[in-house]
């Protein structure tokens, strides 16, 4: 079976929209995928990597499959937010009611660099705030790929 | 209860008035105590990055978040305006929507730095339009100060975008750094909005977006050296960093720069002379004594705390010939009130305004790249000024660098809106927030309130601080002169949206929670812009105001009430730059006085040799200074 990091990220591209490279370049595989253990437990992390990796029965899109999973397809939108905003989105009661509860799920920024590593800043054609100040006078041009 | 040693002078609070009014007495050689109620903002470089972390991780990042407050000192913040259990007790009939911060360097930690200078008629409001009150000094009077604020804080700009609406420079004056380069976003708009003009009654009014004085390092002229991040090490040495003189587009200068390229009042403090400089931080002022035949000060008490998680504390009392308040526009007011000196008049705590704003926010046809560089580096100002002003209030607006955050609390919300509510995912969302979020822009509708005596601040022995204090009581309305130039200020930032192509996705059920305010059968949401004036307001009539044109109560004539607390009105410009020019006059005056009737003091310690005049050492005393320590 291949490495749990790398089910991660093939998933989280097919997510997210980024390349597999432009995601470990972020530095953040391994401590999104600690974070996930804590919120819902390593065991069931290990269950909804390999819901995405069994290729759908009829040969469709595996990431389209999580999605529309009921007990994935809100995990996999928080993974979504998570890549994009560095922060953890509480899943929502009704999901706990029939999965299971977990203290560690609340509204939280995961840490300092997932905050600074958030791909919205990418898509904004940006910097995040705060950080990776881009030099002065750098606001007066057009952004990226105007 | 213990008494300490005698100063020159006391001033409380190290925000921007106190730190400025510190560094011009110290460096005359005058003794100067400063009671600081927050805990002490790290003098290292080194320290003060805990507080860029802080924010970092913060969920909220408002302007709030890098500044955590003590438990004795505690401090209004924007999250509790609408669940109403914050710091301010809010009477009403409408909330006060703006907050400060209680950490030594006051609200400068976490502020814009906008630094407009009042316009001539502002001065002259009830003269000119019949309309609030006059001061008791004009444009041209304060136009030394004026001068002086801007080398002390570091403002950058340039003197030929701003000589409009009769503002008047010195000749040959500029400021001491050339104007920040305006945003890409301001000068697409610029392309679309120059020369296009509204109507404001009889009045057509061409509008132009110009670039805005900042207290934010640029490109420093004639010999002027920025003054970039402090870095005072526990040798008392100060370190030349060199970080910090050219701002660098971190974006984040409310509630944190992360290199202090732009003003806080620590820079201030740094380059007091540190020989005739006492800092107590954790010091809360909670009393004023005074002599009940002369009225004079006598002395201040204040609560020592050691701990910014517990309330307990221990009880000192300051003395000093002058006692200066610069504690902030609402803690001067209440250490009055504290203190049982309302006063005859019966105006202290009074006449509280702000600026009410109003928030528009679109998507414009092409990437305008905001995220990027300082939050706000231009705004149209033709409404600041002209004849309307006798109907309804005037107005400026502010264009954002920062797309959507304010309002929505993009770009975090724009990311779960495309995720949970559009359901995209993959290419397909990657390529909606590319393309939503680099073409987001908003604008901010600043309006000027008028002074109403119903506006006030006082306290109520039934709302207390965890350490005994008087909460602000804070009565708060939004009257019609005002809500019409809200109402104007809604239909100008339209016809400009359409004018530069801008859809318009105002959208207030949809966005971050503001107060409400019922207008002409609708509702206006409006948000506070941390511009607290008018609560001691200045007059040249005992009977009508609370200080003299020096800032010098009525009736306790060694007590000075500094901020914009001062402010008899208070225009459209943002009060810090203002405040900080009345502050510097009000030193000037205590000099010649306190010249004149002493000789210079010993110093607190001996001077040290100083490398250059901003890397002084002695900054901060958490201690009292050497040798007093018995005393305290
Ligand atoms: C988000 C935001 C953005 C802003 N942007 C701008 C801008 O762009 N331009 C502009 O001109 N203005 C701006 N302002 C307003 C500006 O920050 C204030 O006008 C200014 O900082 C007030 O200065 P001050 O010295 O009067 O009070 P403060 O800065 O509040 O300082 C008062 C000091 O006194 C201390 N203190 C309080 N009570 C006591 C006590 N009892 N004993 C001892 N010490 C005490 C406080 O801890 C503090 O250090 C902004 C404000 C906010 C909130
Ligand atoms: S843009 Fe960045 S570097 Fe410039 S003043 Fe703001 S926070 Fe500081």
Redesign the interface.
Known sequence: MARREDVFISLSA?????SPVRLIGTGMCDQYLAELGKVLSDGMVDEFLSAYARPPADGGCS?LKV?RDARWGPV??RV??LW??G?W?ALPESWHAVHGASSADT???V??EA??AGL??V?????P???R???????????E?? | MTADMTHDVVVVGAGVAGSLIARRLTTEGLRVLVLEAGPATPSTFEGYLQH??T?????G?GAESAWPPAIGAPQPDARDLRSDNGYFVQRGPLKYGSTYTRAQGGSTLHWLGVSLRMLPEDFELRSRYGRGRDWPLRYQALEPWYRQAEREIGVAADVADQTHHGIEFADGYDYPMRRI????SD?VLAAAVDGMSVRLGEDEIRLKVRSYPAARN?IPRDGYRPVGAVDIRPDGLGRDLYLGE???????CTP?C??QAKYNAGKSLARANPAYLTVLARAVASKLHVDPVSGEVRGVEYQRYEDTSSPRHTVHTAHGRIYVLAAHAVENAKLMLASGLGGASGMLGRNLMDHPSIYGWGLAK?????????LS?SGIDDMRGGAFRARHAAFRVDIG???W?PTTGA??T???DA??TRGL???????Y??ST??RQVRFSLNAEQLPSAANRVTIDPRYLDAMGNPRPVISYDIDDYTLAGMAEATRVYREVFSRAGIEDHTDPEHSTWFPEVPYAGGTMRYHGMGHFAGTHGMGNDPESSVVDVDQRSWEHRNLFLVGAGSFPTMGTSNPTLTMAALALRTADRLIAEMGRSSHRQQPYRREQGRSRDLSSGGYTEDRPPEGLGDRL
């Open positions: 097919g997510l997210t929209g980024y990431v999605l996999a939108r979504m937010i994009y905003c922060t989105t509204d939280h920024v840490s300092a905050y600074q919205q800043w898509a904004a054609g940006a910097h705030a705060g950080a100040q881009q030099g002065f006078g750098a606001w007066a041009l057009a952004p790929g105007v | 860029v972390q924010f970092y991780a913060a969920s990042k380069p305006p945003s890409y000068i640029s050219r701002c660098a587009g971190n974006t984040s944190i992360p290199i092409a990437p305008l790249g905001p995220y990027r560089g300082p580096t660098n920062d797309g955050r770009p975090d724009t990311v779960v995720v949970q995912y993959g290419a397909d969302l990657r390529r927030l590319e979020l680099a």
